[in-house]
């Protein structure tokens, strides 16, 4: 598919050449049989038009068809009108709620040249305020977005998880925590739970004796020590060595989160039961979260590995707290997510609109809250349930475009919103009435995040404080 950006650059080359064989959008249209209407909506980057449409074009034009579709703006004007254009589609000037500017034939080359620079100078300014210890954020961008082009779908860890399970004697429902400690025995490690893990670590692994410390049970048969054990397990299952980067760092936790859900719920059985539950028009995350004996958000999250790798559904998955800020969130069908000027979506707000916030304001929470959507990008379906812990309230959103809401369970639902975010008018700017009758009578103090405070620790891991893991270890050599 051709991008905006091409079709912008390749609008403006049939213009440059058409106007400098002095043929007006009528003229050269009766030469290639396209009305001038429509060859008007080309050279505008609006309608991308058939090959045989550009073979005949640069034809008239006398130029071959690699000149026509050279990627370089034929013009230092028309690059400037190019780089105008794609600024003003841009996430960081929608916020600003300003109209955009249109090109004219009067618009002098100063005046474009000017405005050009102001979008440079607006983005650099936005890029240099986000540019603090923001390591972490960065690399993380950087592997959502490799994720992304996977489909978030590691196939050999798949496999390798499906065999190590396999080998332990499962064969079908929830892993127990009994096969969980034979696959540590097969590794030569024994799973020992202890009340003085060290603040800093969720398990820690004794390479010498070959023993994997874990947190005590606080729910007994919970999930989370299942997964926790299986994460600590994973870094010797996948050979990890000690990371030399932050972003080397989040990959290997990407990879141990993955072979944990890989175990819990194994690709066999669960491509199984979700293509069934498909076939019969019924999928949904809480049955799914229910047969294999996990939490809800485990089993979200699971399902955004198979879904399109397997059941071929493009789809989006969002944890957001109660406050409305993504806290973790993955799409690979198109819904715009908040991000921020460096492409980063932790923190950022989603709309007031998406189900994954309408679904605070619910007094029956005991169910999952379907609707849909119609954003900018098209119209979406989600299921969304809420939860909470000791850090507050979090909601869980699985989410797909609508012709693929049929095969959900929740599909009839009558619940519409409508989201115009990132445009602020949607659901961050006051109305003009809202903000007259407050106008200079309000002063909110903004709460600050403690992470501004909080560079990185130089330890050995990010977030790991070295010395308190050794005095831990030496505590139970004995």
Known sequence: ??????????????????????????????????????????????????????????SELGLDLAELLSGEAPTRRAALEIELERAQRGALYATLGLPRVRVTKGTTDETLEAVVG??????????????????????????????????????????????????????SGALTHRTVGIMAEQLGFTLIYVADLPNSTRSVIDMENKRIYLPPASIPGGHGLRSMALQAMAHRVLGHERPESYAEFLHQRLEINYYAACCLMPQTAAVSFLTQAKREKDLAIEDFRDAFGVTHEAAAHRFTNLA??????????????????????????????????????????????????????????TTELYQY??????????????????????????????????????????????????????????????????????????????????????????????????????????
């Open 118 to 171: 102001l979008h440079r100078e607006l983005q650099r300014r936005a890029s240099e305020a986000i540019a603090t210890p923001e390591e972490a954020r960065r690399a993380n961008t950087e592997l959502r977005e490799r994720m992304r082009e996977h489909d978030n779908y590691l196939p050999e860890i798949e496999s390798l998880a499906e065999e190590r399970v396999r080998a332990a004697g499962h064969t």
């Open 1 to 58: 598919m051709t991008t905006k950006s091409e079709l912008d650059t390749l609008g403006h080359r049939i213009r440059h050449f058409r106007t400098a064989a002095g043929l007006t959008l009528d003229a050269l249209g009766d030469r290639v049989g396209v009305a001038g209407s429509q060859l008007s909506l080309i050279e505008n980057g609006k309608r991308e038009p058939r090959l045989s449409t550009l073979h005949a074009i640069a």
């Open 373 to 478: 959507t119609d954003t900018p990008a098209g119209t979406y379906w989600c299921a969304t349930q809420t939860g909470s812990t000791d850090d507050g309230e979090f909601s869980i959103s699985v989410g797909v475009p609508f012709d693929d809401a049929r095969w959900f369970r929740g599909r009839e639902t009558t619940e519409r919103a409508e989201s115009r975010c990132p445009d602020e008018s949607c659901c961050r700017r006051p109305s003009d009435e809202l903000a007259a009758r407050w106008a200079g009578k309000a002063w909110p103090s903004a709460r600050v995040h403690t992470h501004t405070f909080a560079p990185l620790p130089r330890g050995s891991f990010p977030g790991v404080d070295d010395t308190e893991v050794y005095e831990f270890l030496s505590r139970h050599e004995s």
């Open 308 to 365: 399109t790798s397997k059941l071929d559904i493009r789809m989006h998955f969002l944890r957001v707290t109660g406050d409305g800020s993504l806290l973790r969130g993955y799409e690979n069908d198109g819904l715009p997510l908040p991000t921020d000027v460096t492409g980063a979506i932790e923190g950022q707000f989603v709309c007031r609109k998406w189900s994954a916030r309408n679904a605070f304001d619910r007094t029956n929470r």
